[in-house]
């Protein structure tokens, strides 16, 4: 069935490193793929969003592109700061399937100043 | 503002009682969720709805039911509660079918003694 598979966290680093989170999937046909956030405490946000092959979706500073020949959407941000400590999460929906996302682990991620 | 709302952030209950979590939205969507997250498996689909009195089985439902009576309103139930149903419970909605993003809760951590 559809799948995500992240990289394992935690990922420690310091401010203003560039950071990259790999997400890649298995899945029929042409799934939409996301990126949600989770701060302390909080629950999800949606990040970002790509709908077909090749969209680049964006927001905050973070940027992860729709690649069919790899069937990846890493997240990169090229300057993190302390206020990205969050979990973030990898998330796929194909689009003739049923009305639920379907998530990777997670990827924990600690700024350090 | 897009807003999800859950009855309770923290919530303590001893083994074999009956328990009730309440997801509300205030945006009239007509699709509403429950996952549980466990750290190292992510998010986990238990129950949706799609619409008030209808349901469907996520990866999990075994131990839980749902409750849809009001679009706005979705119940999560354990009917007897056992330890292994600790964990972070998260409620998300969206909109008509076709529609991806979902929007969450800030989620309710159950602890089962």
């Given at each position: 069935g559809d799948s995500v598979t992240q990289m394992e966290g935690p990922v420690t680093l310091s401010e203003e490193a560039f950071l990259t989170i790999n997400c890649t999937y298995t899945a029929t046909g042409y799934p939409s793929l996301f990126w949600y956030v989770q701060y302390p405490g909080e629950g999800l946000q949606l990040l970002l969003k790509a709908t077909k092959a090749d969209d680049k979706g964006s927001n905050k500073g973070f940027e992860a592109t729709y690649r069919k020949e790899t069937t990846s959407f890493h997240l990169e941000k090229g300057s993190v700061q302390v206020s990205d400590s969050a979990v973030y999460f990898c998330a796929l929906r194909w689009?003739?399937?049923?009305?639920a996302l379907n998530f990777g682990k997670g990827t924990s991620l600690l700024v350090t100043p | 503002d897009v807003k999800v709302t859950q009855s309770s952030r923290y919530l303590v209950k001893r083994t074999g009682e009956k328990v009730f979590l309440e997801c509300v939205q205030d945006?009239?969507?007509?699709n509403m969720f429950w996952y549980r997250q466990d750290p190292g498996l992510g998010l986990r689909l238990i129950y949706f709805s799609y619409d008030v009195k209808m349901k469907e089985k996520g990866d999990i439902p075994e131990g839980y039911s749902v409750s849809r009576e009001k679009k706005e309103r979705f119940s999560l139930i354990l009917e007897s509660a056992s330890t292994n149903q600790t964990s972070m419970y998260l409620c998300a909605s969206s909109p008509?079918?076709?529609?991806?993003e979902q929007y969450f809760g800030p989620g309710t951590r159950l602890t089962v003694t």
């Open positions: 689009s003739n399937s049923g009305y | 945006m009239d969507h007509e008509q079918v076709g529609w991806y």
